[in-house]
């Protein structure tokens, strides 16, 4: 088992801070959506969908 270790640990770290990297973004994604921010920054006027991601508040 320890040698597999070995021989494999450059894989395995990569592995872990590819893995690190997708949970911080989805934690950031996650705390944006509480915060009301959206994906597209506010910059989509001209965009088909607009109304479907900027919804008025009533």
């Given amino acids: 088992m320890l040698s597999w270790l070995i021989e494999n640990i450059a894989t395995i770290i990569v592995g872990l801070v590819v893995l690190a990297v997708l949970v ?11 915060k009301g921010k959206t994906s597209c920054s506010c910059g ?11 919804k008025e508040e009533k």
């Fill in 24 to 34: 911080a973004l989805v934690i950031r994604m996650i705390k944006n959506k509480k």
């Fill in 44 to 54: 989509c006027s001209g965009c088909p969908m607009s109304g479907k991601c900027h």
